[in-house]
């Protein structure tokens, strides 16, 4: 196996009579449609460097097995909104992990989904760092004990979000981390 060195984010939608080519026409509207991806769990690997879509999808060659954290949300009903997030938390310790997190539902806007998983995120690192907070204050307020901790240096999100489509069509949202060598 490897460990990757360099991870990119995207997000997109699609839209579809059948479900599946929703979810296809999703993957190609965040230009990941080429790759066999393979969804891992929630790990930021120590010296992994964020790089952007373009340069990433530079080192991926089609057909290639490519691992991600992917959050996605499909609907067939109009109207109803469907939003995709995946969370960053990285450590401020230069070699140690980080936690990234995906959600999924209905109900929120990009932004209010996108806190969401960078909350999950920030607060599973948190357990990992033994940074104690209360699970029950709003994420502003744990925010700030994070950061104001020295321990966790940056966190963030991608989102995606999206109003089912009308013409009894399915509506996919996908929000991805993807991980290349």
């Not at 449609?33 to 530079?58: K, Q, R, W, Y």
């Not at 960053?88 to 998983?117: D, K």
């Amino acid at each position: 196996m490897y460990v990757p060195r360099y991870m990119f984010f995207t997000k997109g939608v699609g839209v579809d009579r059948e479900k599946l080519a929703s979810f296809e026409n999703a993957l190609r509207n965040a230009g990941i449609a080429h790759l066999n991806l393979v969804t891992v769990s929630s790990i930021f690997p120590p010296h992994c460097h964020i790089i952007d879509m373009e340069m990433g999808l530079s080192h991926l060659e089609a057909g290639e097995i490519t691992h991600c954290v992917l959050a996605k949300e499909q609907s067939k009903e109009p109207g109803r909104r469907i939003v995709a997030s995946v969370g960053l938390a990285l450590p401020a310790e230069h070699g140690r992990y980080g936690y990234l997190s995906e959600h999924h539902g209905f109900g929120q806007t990009e932004i209010e989904a996108g806190e969401y998983a960078e909350d999950l995120a920030a607060s599973m690192l948190a357990t990992t760092l033994g940074i104690e907070f209360d699970p029950d204050k709003d994420y502003d307020e744990r925010r700030d004990i994070y950061r104001m901790s020295g321990k966790i240096v940056k966190s963030q999100h991608i989102s995606q979000a999206a109003l089912g489509a009308e013409g009894n069509r399915w509506t996919t949202v996908l929000a991805a981390a993807v991980f290349v060598k």
